[in-house]
């Protein structure tokens, strides 16, 4: 039990706060991860003082772009951030920060009619 007290959703990392989960949607084979790694043993200060990064979950969606807007999603996996590179290859590349996000519509979750 993570004992998080603070449910709003301020649009910053980690996307659950009161999870301490950050939800990933891929549409192509690498993920942003952002400034810190997952498996770092260092605190965690936006989540709470007793959580380190590593405590932090990930779910990574991984969805095809289909008919412009619409992505299906094909696959799921949820990891730990101290084991997020068993599941997911680390890759150096260029070390460039900058990202395409992809934002959610407001109804996305919304049940379907």
Do not use: C
């Not at 007290?5 to 952002?34: C, F, M, R």
């Not at 605190?43 to 003082?49: K, L, N, S, T």
């Not at 951030?81 to 890759?91: A, P, R, T």
């Amino acid at each position: 039990m993570l004992k998080l007290k603070d449910y709003a959703d301020k649009g910053q990392w980690p996307d659950i706060l009161s999870q301490a989960l950050e939800v990933k949607l891929q549409t192509a084979g690498t993920i942003d991860l952002g400034l810190d790694s997952p498996d770092s043993a260092a605190p965690a200060q936006e989540v709470g003082i007793t959580i380190r990064h590593r405590d932090v979950r990930y779910a990574v969606f991984y969805g095809t772009k289909q008919n412009g807007d619409i992505v299906m999603l094909d696959n799921l996996v949820v990891s730990a951030g101290k084991d997020f590179f068993s599941e997911f290859e680390k890759f150096g590349g260029k070390i460039v920060n900058a990202k395409l996000q992809i934002p959610l519509p407001r109804d996305f979750f919304a049940k379907s009619k």
